[in-house]
């Protein structure tokens, strides 16, 4: 049994399929490669390790196409269901149909991602699916099937194939004001596989070089936070929302999903994935980015 540091990554969908128009983006295959390349690496010096893929704007276009982005993340009375519902009924679709286009937006960019790493050497394999996970409002979290997790274990103890997930919808319970469903960004995902599988770092691939105190797309002189507990990250923060379209919150959902994370006691760091090297060298714990440390339990 391989015995090395277990790293969990995930890669931003504005690292590999950024473009703002048009249904689908197109993938970004070398910077793709360049993360093959990092990953590859350090399975060969030992490191174990998972991957989610953020559904990127395969996935956010599909939501907005079928307009039920604001229903699903932000349903507020009943009414407001049945104009969805409505609305998707002129357009000749139900909620269901318009969930599983989502779904398989993301699906697709799974798919792309795993036959562009099988071309460069590395096996993945998807073993989460929509139907492992749900979403629990009482305690607002998502809970992940013990067959997904075991999945995602398995093949990371006992293969040489390297799990992954892909963010998409899921079902929530129970039910909020006749919704069914929420969405589960690769941010998310993270959560109960770091609670579960406790690895000793959480890597986040995404377009900018880590949490700033603003948004650094919007304000050019926005200061890069370095390092802290997520509490004394928190505090420094004083926006974190996305301009772009976007279904699950940009910076924001990913604090919160750190948030989380740190407090299962893990590691995580925020780092700028479109830039060759950076996943390899966060993982042999170079301090680039945001290292944000764990609540208790330090694994490091
Ligand atoms: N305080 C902040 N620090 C860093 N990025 C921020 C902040 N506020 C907003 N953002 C935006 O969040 C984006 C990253 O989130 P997102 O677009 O969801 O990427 P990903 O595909 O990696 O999930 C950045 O491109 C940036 O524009
Ligand atoms: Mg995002």
Known sequence: MNQGKLILIKIGGSVIAPKLSGKKAEMRKDILKNIYEDVKKLKEEGYRVGIVFGGGNYAHSAVYDSHIIRTIQNLREEGEFDRLIKQLERRGKTLEQAVNEVNEASTDLLNESIKTAREHGL??????????????????EYAMHHDAIEGFRHAIEHTETIPVGVGMIVSRDPTFYGLKHKICSADNLLEPLAKELEPDMVIYATDVDGIYETNPQVNKSAELIPRGTFEKIEERVKSAEVTRIDATG???????????????????????????????????????????????????
């Open 123 to 140: 096996e993945l394999k998807r073993v989460i699916d929509p139907e492992h996970v749900h979403y629990r409002p009482e305690g607002k």
């Open 250 to 300: 940009g910076m924001l959902g990913k604090l919160q999903a750190i948030k989380k994370i740190t407090e299962a006691g893990v590691p995580v760091r925020v780092i700028n994935g479109t830039i060759k090297g950076n996943i390899y060298r966060a993982a042999k714990g170079e301090e680039i980015g945001t290292h944000v440390l764990p609540a208790h339990r330090p694994k490091a």
